[in-house]
């Protein structure tokens, strides 16, 4: 049975649940997660370590494989463990959801986070409003990017759901409820109807409700 480290309400842990999910895997079937990170603490034991030298999660083990890193997780998960062909693609759209998994890494979610964790995580004595409000809207135009994408297609690679849109989309929904429950702060959201569109099509096509969030809490 697959191992998972790691809390629920980690967006890094959320993307493994939602491809497992994808996969057809059911939590306590064919997969074990386990609570760790925050104030469950357990990622800096022994234990965990001897596992992920870095304490962080998810962590994932399959078998004596031991893999961290959530997108190599995902990448690992479609190519050992699609029996249902889920996500089944050719050479170029396997790489154009690649490229978009790189930058949700790389570029958007480092945008994003200072006014994710200063709005989720910081006390509100503490919240340097001018960067979180930066935060945001540089993330609105990072995002811009994407919605010129889907203005030609369904997905980030094309017209099947992959594993980039998984990360794209934890993203986004995090960006969208920020705006919603934190208005003031954030600044203006832009309407970006092809990622509107694009997030309905999720929604309502894909295993998203198993992490989908409707609210914020503080030291999530």
């Not at 463990?81 to 998994?101: C, G, L, N, P, V």
């Amino acid at each position: 049975m697959i191992r998972l480290w790691g809390r629920k309400s980690s967006i890094n842990v959320q993307k493994v649940l939602w491809c497992l999910a994808e996969l057809g895997f059911e939590e306590g079937k064919d997969f074990e997660q386990i609570d760790a990170g925050l104030h469950f603490g357990k990622n800096r034991t022994p234990e965990f370590l001897a596992l992920n030298p870095n304490g962080l999660v998810p962590t994932l083990e399959d078998g004596e494989l031991v893999l961290w890193e959530s997108n190599t997780i995902l990448r690992y998960l479609a190519r050992q463990h699609d029996q249902s062909k889920r996500f089944t693609a050719d050479i170029t759209t396997q790489y154009q959801s690649e490229k978009w998994m790189d930058w949700q890494l790389g570029t958007m979610w480092p945008a994003l986070r200072p006014a994710f964790l200063g709005l989720t995580r910081v006390p509100e004595n503490e919240r340097n409003y001018v960067a979180i409000q930066k935060a945001y809207q540089d993330t609105n135009t990072l995002l811009a990017l994407l919605d010129q994408q889907l203005a030609t297609q369904a997905y980030c690679s094309g017209n099947t759901f992959q594993i980039g849109d998984i990360t794209l989309a934890l993203c986004v929904s995090r960006w969208i409820l920020l705006n919603q429950t934190f208005p003031d702060k954030t600044g203006p959201r832009p309407q970006l109807h092809n990622i509107d569109a694009w997030m309905k099509r999720i929604e309502e096509g894909t295993q998203y409700h198993v992490v989908a969030e409707k609210e914020f809490n503080i030291a999530k």
